[in-house]
């Protein structure tokens, strides 16, 4: 007979199932006939010296993309490019500080004319002075400037350079879930501050300068604490929520460029990752933070289209998947998983379609874009018949969530 497995067995067992998945979810973007990418392909990558932003650049190259790998510090961008280098990637160098006007405009200036634009944009470089648990707003005001003032500085300054092409150039914002905007326990709590946030129909840039600033004001008055703001790691989660919403803001206003012309901007959370902003804590390698973003620089352009704007959480969190709610529009409640075919239906039996927390990561079979097929009890109810019969049945469902700002 066989042995039930002890509770230690089991979690060994979902952890085995949950990497094995997010292993084919990682496949996804690579088949040969999807690359629309070639050595021709330009990236650049901010932040890349150390990290996530070294392990992105280096995964770009090994796509064969032209990589520039920037750096604030010339010294250690050099020798980020120097260990590239020695393993036979061909990076290219370039100083950038991403709160300098005039670092961006120069790197800018330099890209248009030592390759005529560029094709893929990573915003990475990020700052956060909070360790562990604690929580402080010392350093608010610089937090605010890389994470939230330096991604759009990059953004205004490279959009105009991002080249036409058919598969679409592509902005990628690595953010964090801490900047989630209907989080549970991180949210914000002035709802006269939050509602304007939560739909892009009312989301402009100013709204999110008033937020940013309005924190920063009441952080020189000394009354943030009271103020309803996140209770973690406050001045990094409002950096990121403003990055968070600047990138559906974006994704509004790239929205009606023509085919040919299309600039697609998406944000993620790369999880929780062993890099000195955590001071290597974490559960993951730096390598497995940075496929996130690779990912979404990579989709082909048919998935790319449909996760146009939303915010993508890092595959290995809580849901193990990665994958995004459907829409720009204002969509606070669509968290997780979300099944996007029905069971089938019968003449006289009525089918409940099955729940997000139904769909756990060990029981999907297939995975397809960013659909996958998981085997899930489906409840069908005969009429006249009280008792429910549960079936297990494959449905097609959406794998992971977000919701941009509105997550
Ligand atoms: P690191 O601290 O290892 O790397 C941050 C990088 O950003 C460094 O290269 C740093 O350069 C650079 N940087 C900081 N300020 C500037 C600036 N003004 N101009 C240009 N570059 C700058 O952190 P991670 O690799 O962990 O973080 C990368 C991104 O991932 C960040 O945006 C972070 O917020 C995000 N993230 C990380 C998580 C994690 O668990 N690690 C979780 C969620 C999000 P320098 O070496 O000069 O300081």
Redesign the pocket.
């Known amino acids: 007979m066989e042995r039930k497995m002890n509770r230690k067995e089991r979690a060994k067992q979902e952890r085995e199932n949950r990497r094995h998945n997010i292993s084919l979810l990682r496949t996804i973007p690579y088949p040969d006939h999807q690359k629309w990418w070639s050595s021709e392909t330009v990236a650049l990558v ?9 392990e992105i650049a280096r995964q770009l190259l090994l796509q064969g993309v032209t990589v520039i790998l ?4 010339t010294e ?1 961008g050099e020798a980020a490019a120097k260990v590239l280098w020695e393993t036979g990637l061909k990076v290219v160098f370039r100083q ?5 006007t005039s670092s961006v405009q120069t790197c800018a200036d330099w890209v248009q004319q030592n390759y005529g634009g560029l094709d893929i944009l990573i915003n ?5 002075f909070n360790a562990s648990s604690e929580n402080s707003v010392e350093f608010a005001e610089q937090v605010i400037a ?2 939230y003032i ?1 991604t759009k500085n990059m953004i205004k300054a490279l959009t105009p350079l991002m080249r036409p092409s058919a598969a679409g150039a592509r902005i990628v914002n ?5 900047g989630r905007l209907n989080g549970r326990r991180n949210r914000i709590g002035d709802v006269s501050l939050r509602e304007p946030l939560e739909c892009v129909d009312s989301l402009t840039e100013e709204v999110i300068d008033r937020t940013v600033d309005a924190f920063l004001e009441q952080v020189k008055d000394g009354s943030w604490a009271t103020g309803g703001w996140p209770q973690t790691f406050t001045d ?1 989660s409002i950096s ?1 929520l403003a990055v968070n919403a600047y990138t559906r803001l974006m994704a509004e206003k790239l929205s009606d460029r023509p085919e040919g012309k299309k600039i697609y901007i998406n944000c993620c ?10 001071g290597w804590e ?1 559960n993951i390698s ?1 390598e497995e ?1 940075a496929d996130t973003a690779v990912w979404l620089a990579f989709l082909p352009d048919q998935s790319v289209s449909e996760l146009f704007g939303p915010f993508v959480r890092k595959i290995n969190c809580e849901m193990e998947k990665k994958s995004c709610c459907s829409g720009r529009s204002c969509c606070p409640s669509t968290r997780a998983v979300r099944p996007v075919a029905t069971p089938k239906e019968e003449p006289g039996v009525t089918v409940k379609t099955p729940k997000a927390e139904d769909v756990k990561p060990e029981i999907i079979t297939e995975v397809e874009g960013h659909h996958a097929t998981a085997a899930v009890k489906v409840e069908r109810k005969e009429a006249g018949n009280v008792a429910a019969v549960k079936k297990e049945e494959a449905v097609k469902v959406n794998v992971g969530c977000g919701g941009g700002a509105c997550n």
């Open positions: 901010t932040g890349a010296n150390r990290g996530i932003g070294f920037t750096s604030r510090g250690v950038l500080d991403v709160t300098s990475n470089a990020g700052v956060n890389t994470n330096g690595v953010s964090s879930r801490l990094y990121k959370c790369p999880g929780w990752v062993k890099t000195a902003m955590t974490g730096a933070g």
